[in-house]
């Protein structure tokens, strides 16, 4: 568990057809005992949708990310990338790796140099995404979490489809960690090419969390309790 009084500073990264809404319980549970919290949502995402367009690629989200944490002059940064989220937080590391403290995947993508997310998700890009493609979009492919926000909503394209150029050296000097959802201790076989495979590859401590993908959703507390886990001493 972490070091009582100990504060952190986290920058939340949501996944795919997001938004920083889905850690809102997170965060009440992290701010009220005095960690700084900050939950950006993606471009054209969430209460960002009005700004969505064709345009939008991974380099938007790279720097929606790393704008946060220049503008608030942010450091020692505890960075959590969810699903999507890994790509985006692998982005922000190759541009920041001196004001991060720890990254952190949450059951979430891990590229290698010069892959999309499509090229991680492989095989799963045919059957589960590409025939919720539509024009410049990606609609959810999970049905309707809810009418009214908050809620999932498309994304855009490019943002699957942009190479992730990784190259920086000072990366490999940050502690980074997986957390995998499991069922009945089990990891998911069907995504674990994604993520938790290159992560042992890696060598980076995997921690397993029994629960559905989207663990900030359905149990926030839980979450916490394991990103203290994660980042004990």
């Known amino acids: 568990m972490a070091q009582p009084g100990a504060k ?10 997001s938004g920083g809404w889905d850690y809102a319980r997170v965060d009440s549970i992290l701010t009220a005992r005095g960690d700084l919290v900050y939950r950006p949502t993606l471009t054209g995402l969430g209460e960002r949708v009005h700004l969505s367009n064709a ?40 541009q920041l790796p001196d004001r991060i403290s720890r990254l952190i995947y949450l059951d979430a993508m891990v590229p ?59 990366v490999r000097h940050i502690p980074t960690s997986f957390i995998a959802m499991t069922k009945n201790g089990q990891t998911n076989a069907g995504t674990d090419k994604m993520g938790v495979d290159r992560a042992r590859v890696r060598n980076w401590p995997v921690f397993k969390m029994e629960g559905g993908h989207y663990a900030m959703r359905e149990q926030p507390a839980n979450l916490v309790k394991k990103f203290d886990q994660v980042l004990a001493p």
């Open 55 to 94: 345009k939008i690629n991974l380099t938007t989200y790279i720097n929606d990310v790393v704008n946060v944490i220049r503008f608030e002059n942010l450091s020692d940064v505890v960075l959590v990338g969810h699903s999507f989220g890994g790509m985006v937080i692998s982005g922000v590391a190759e």
């Open 112 to 170: 290698n140099d010069g892959e999309s997310a499509r090229d991680v998700c492989g095989k799963i890009w045919d059957g589960m995404i590409a025939p919720f493609v539509r024009d410049s979009l990606v609609l959810y492919p999970f049905g309707a979490t809810s009418q009214s926000p908050p809620m999932d909503v498309p994304q855009p394209l490019g943002t699957y489809l942009e190479p992730l150029r990784i190259s920086n050296p000072a």
């Open 8 to 17: 952190r500073t986290f920058v939340l990264v949501h996944g795919a057809w």
